[in-house]
């Protein structure tokens, strides 16, 4: 089942903005990831962030995490073309010891326009 | 450092027949996962493999699909019968350690099945 679910389902911004891509989930996580795929392509890890982080940065990505609210955010500052792709969040949830892996949520599909 | 390597990348069979997918993990990651695509969707886990022992196949359409990972290296996704239902990516990945889901994974390019 989806664990995540991401806001919007689509966005399409001009290169040079900022894009912001939210995502919740249900149940409590133990971390979230963040993952970009390009058409036709596997997915890539872009971050981590864990359970007892708030914020966390990469480059031009910013990430939060807002355990009370079950939810995540993904900002890309000065978006480029080649930011264009599908965005996923996937959770980690399970007990030390549990098998555990990645939930994905259904992604939402960014657009950056030249 | 290699990737998660994946093969064939398409394949288009008829309903009814069979496939395999093969996959060779990053050199040294202990746990691979088998995840499936459907267009539009995110993946979802079938099955995981901690070094040649499954950890989790609860998602796994047991009556049609199977998987094996012969000395915790390589590992082979089978369908037998394929129904159109099946038509989607299939992707493996893996992770340094085992199950613990501290680190983020690795994904191969895919398989894109199509059943017609």
């Known amino acids: 089942s989806q664990q995540g679910e991401e806001d919007p389902q689509a966005l399409s911004i001009q290169e040079g903005e900022n894009a912001t891509m939210n995502c919740s989930y249900k149940?409590?996580?133990?971390?979230l990831q963040w993952y970009r795929q390009n058409s036709g392509r596997g997915l890539v890890h872009l971050i981590l962030?864990?359970?007892?982080?708030r914020e966390k940065h990469s480059g031009r990505l910013r990430v939060t995490l807002d355990t009370s609210k079950k939810s995540s955010s993904l900002l890309i500052t000065a978006s480029r073309a080649a930011d264009t792709a599908s965005y996923f969040c996937?959770?980690?949830?399970?007990?030390?010891?549990?098998?555990?892996?990645?939930?994905f949520g259904s992604g939402t599909q960014l657009t950056v326009l030249p | 450092e290699a990737g998660v390597a994946q093969s064939p990348r398409y394949k288009i069979i008829e309903k009814r027949q069979s496939v395999a997918f093969w996959c060779n993990p990053i050199?040294?990651?202990?746990?691979l996962y088998w995840y499936q695509q459907i267009l539009g969707q995110g993946p979802k886990l079938l099955i995981q493999?901690?070094?040649?022992?499954?950890?989790?196949d609860s998602q796994l359409p047991k009556d049609r699909f199977s998987a094996e990972r012969l000395k915790g290296v390589d590992s082979t996704l089978k369908i037998q019968p394929a129904k159109l239902e099946d038509s989607a990516v299939y992707l493996c990945?893996?992770?340094?350690?085992?199950?613990?889901?501290?680190?983020?994974?690795?994904f191969g390019s895919g398989t894109r099945l199509t059943v017609v």
């Open positions: 149940t409590s996580i133990n971390n």
């Open positions: 996937a959770t980690v949830a399970g007990p030390s010891g549990s098998a555990r892996q990645l939930t």
């Open positions: 962030i864990r359970s007892n982080e």
């Open positions: 050199s040294g990651h202990a746990t």
């Open positions: 493999f901690q070094n040649n022992g499954v950890v989790d």
């Open positions: 990945a893996s992770s340094p350690r085992q199950g613990r889901g501290n680190y983020g994974y690795t």
